[in-house]
């Protein structure tokens, strides 16, 4: 991991990984503050949006795709949260479409790759995502169809896996276990945008946020009912693991018996975009007060949970 600066309030900016294709790119920021003042981590694994030309030149429709699989400026949330709380951030260059970071390494739709096994491997079953469309490598989209050209050589995967998706998850599994080592336990919040589920007002209005905590696995529940809490008292509707649960990084990350707690945070996109849903909207500002507020609740409800290293050395 290469550090390269400071920001005004002492945090440390990092990178790590690489984007195949776009030299000299790290797959991913980390912003960590010195010291550490909460024990909360926030993850964006879909927000990255740099696009080498050999990635959007194989794509069947690069205007519209690389869009409809992003979880559009939701890093520009997460990164004025961290700064007003001094939360720690992991943020995503890499995007969607070159590799989904919420998908496991063997979730993968082998028809696509050309050969259908990572070299040395044996070729695995598909994942219920990967049969999809929506696996370690995107294939289709609805109303889209197939994104790409052709399939994908096995060393274009492997490289995938080994420059983003490997060295993402290994820092991501560090900052959370730094930030449990230092307060005895620590919160992981995946945070996600969706498009909206239904109408955002009126008798038949849908959420505009959904936790998720893979039905009570990956989170204690006292965090979850706590973010909950905290939404309805903010006047927003709000779900619990329907239709979003989590995924691959509450299944790797979430241990909340050895006080590694990690529930996913989906944000409708018409809370905080414009009307066209590619730039910020009119409630930008209000979402990342509100979701500041969030972060200081969760880390006041993480603070009150059991320490872990006290439990277990009983």
Same mark, same amino acid.
């Given at each position: 991991?290469?550090? $390269?600066?400071?920001? =005004? ?12 294709? =776009?030299? #000299? ?60 709380? #001094? ?133 204690? #529940? ?39 707690? =990690? ?15 590619? #730039?910020?909207?009119?409630? $930008? ?23 872990? $290293? ?5």
């Amino acid at each position: 991991m290469q550090q $390269f600066g400071q920001d =005004a309030h002492g945090s440390d900016w990092q990178t790590g990984g690489a984007i195949p294709g =776009a030299p #000299g790119v790290a797959a991913y920021a980390q912003r960590c503050a010195h010291p550490k003042p909460i024990p909360i981590l926030i993850a964006v694994p879909h927000a990255g949006r740099f696009y080498p030309a050999s990635l959007t030149g194989r794509m069947r429709n690069p205007a519209d795709a690389p869009l409809r699989l992003e979880d559009r400026l939701v890093d520009l949330l997460a990164e004025a949260v961290a700064s007003a709380t #001094g939360a720690s951030l992991i943020v995503a260059h890499a995007p969607r479409a070159l590799i989904d970071l919420n998908r496991s390494a063997d979730d993968v739709d082998w028809e696509m790759i050309a050969g259908g096994a990572l070299p040395g491997g044996a070729r695995m079953g598909a994942g219920r995502r990967s049969r999809s469309g929506l696996g370690l490598v995107p294939r289709r989209l609805p109303g889209i169809g197939e994104i790409w050209r052709g399939r994908i050589s096995q060393a274009e995967l492997a490289a995938r896996i080994d420059l983003v998706h490997r060295p993402y998850h290994h820092a991501l599994s560090e900052a959370l276990e730094e930030l449990r080592d230092r307060w005895g336990r620590a919160l992981l919040i995946d945070l996600h945008s969706m498009p909206p589920l239904g109408p955002l007002t009126g008798p038949d209005a849908a959420a505009s946020f959904v936790v998720g905590d893979r039905f009570g696995a990956s989170c204690d #529940g006292a965090l979850v009912r706590a973010a909950l809490h905290h939404l309805s008292d903010a006047g927003q509707l709000a779900a619990h693991n329907r239709p979003y649960a989590g995924g691959y990084v509450l299944d790797r990350h979430g241990a909340p018996a050895r006080g590694l707690n =990690a529930l996913q945070l989906e944000v409708c996109r018409s809370v905080y975009l414009d009307a066209a849903m590619t #730039g910020p909207g009119s409630g $930008f500002a209000a979402t990342v007060e509100l979701l500041t507020g969030l972060v200081r609740r969760l880390a006041s409800e993480v603070n009150a949970l059991p320490n872990w $290293f006290a439990q277990a050395a009983e």
